[in-house]
């Protein structure tokens, strides 16, 4: 076992490393900054409050943050099947949790259903994402950044692997108290080449709670884009940005958007953005996005050896899109 000290900002954090899996031991309280603790799941505080977590997802396929506190202290994703016990909520796609990334067809296999999802999916074959360890932590009283490792095998021969990825993130709030992730995945072809096909399902997802919805009985939500296209027209349709807002179960006025930076794959990318609170920024859906495009139109290929990055930053906000100006956050975020 090896001890590597790094020295962040103003603090010393300590990271144990083992070949497989990297375990962060509880950093430190910073005095009301940023800290890290555990790791299953890898839980985030801020000032002593749960922000968020990050679980491996070795039951779910896929690692996932659950719950995801907004600027009103209230939970801004569905609770389930994380938490049951809510009954505004809807018990369906029981492979939407959270905020995550995923991707539907990937070498011919599903990366993006459970493998058990309901039984309805027999005809195909799937594959999982397993988290490989949390390798770099870095904290301040004003952000926190952490990296870890991910590879995606394939569902019942988990020795074969079809690729592996690295994932940055960074959390922050903003003056006006909004909690703002930016995510940098890069997808890596460790294990020959991959075929990324076409697919609506895909790629950085948010499944939002349910007030945050366009229909249904507990629905009080509305959709935009950067385009100003509003409603359930914004699925499939290119944009720089989509925000989600309305109200949370408190009544306090909240949104959510997701950008995409202008150096992503295809950018301004694809939207799949459905009126009951899935919405996802996928550059591999053309085809199925767009009336007139080829089925294959999605596709895309990393050769062996090389790599695709990706940027999202998501805002969970107060007020509606216009109020807490998305557009000019979105114009900041893509000159970073």
């Known amino acids: 076992m090896k001890f590597l ?30 800290s890290i603790r555990g790791t299953d799941p890898i839980m985030i505080f801020h000032g002593g409050n749960h922000v968020t977590s990050y679980h491996p997802g070795s039951k779910a396929g896929k690692p996932y943050f659950y719950p995801v506190i907004g600027p009103s202290g209230e939970n801004m994703t569905r ?53 490989k360890g949390m390798n770099f932590v870095q904290s301040s009283a004003d952000d926190i950044v952490f990296r870890v490792k991910s590879e995606w095998v394939v569902f019942d021969e988990p020795e074969k692997r079809t690729m592996s990825d690295t994932r940055e993130f960074r959390l922050f709030f903003t003056k006006a108290g909004s909690l703002v992730v930016d995510a940098t995945i890069t997808l890596i072809a460790d294990a020959g080449d991959v075929t990324i096909s076409d697919d609506k399902e895909g ?28 409603g359930r027209v914004a699925w499939g349709k290119r944009a720089k940005w ?35 609170g899935l919405f996802t920024a996928n550059p591999f859906g053309q085809g199925h996005f767009e009336k007139d495009a080829p089925d294959n139109a999605g596709d895309y290929v990393i050769e062996n050896g090389e790599s695709l990055i990706f940027r999202y930053r998501t805002i969970f906000h107060k007020g509606s899109a216009e109020g807490a100006g998305i557009a000019k956050a979105w114009e900041e975020f893509s000159t970073r």
């Open 242 to 276: 989509v925000d989600y807002f309305g109200v949370d179960r408190a009544g306090n006025e909240v949104g959510i958007a997701i950008m995409d930076h202008p150096s992503n794959l295809r950018h301004p990318t694809w939207w799949h953005a459905r009126h009951y």
């Open 5 to 34: 000290a790094f020295s962040i900002r103003f603090y010393i954090l300590f990271i144990i490393f083992t070949p497989c899996l990297s375990k962060a031991q509880t950093v430190g309280k910073f005095n009301g900054g940023w």
């Open 79 to 131: 609770h389930w099947p994380m938490k049951e016990g809510f009954e505004d909520e809807a018990n369906d796609h029981v492979h939407h949790r959270g905020m995550w990334y995923g991707l539907g067809k990937v070498n011919g296999l599903d990366y993006w259903h459970f493998p058990l999802d309901e039984g309805k999916q027999k005809d195909r074959s799937f594959g999982v994402v397993r988290h």
């Open 203 to 230: 790629a950085w997802s948010i499944r939002t709670l349910p007030t945050l919805r366009l229909e249904g009985d507990h629905a009080r939500g509305q959709i935009v884009n950067s385009e100003g296209v509003t």
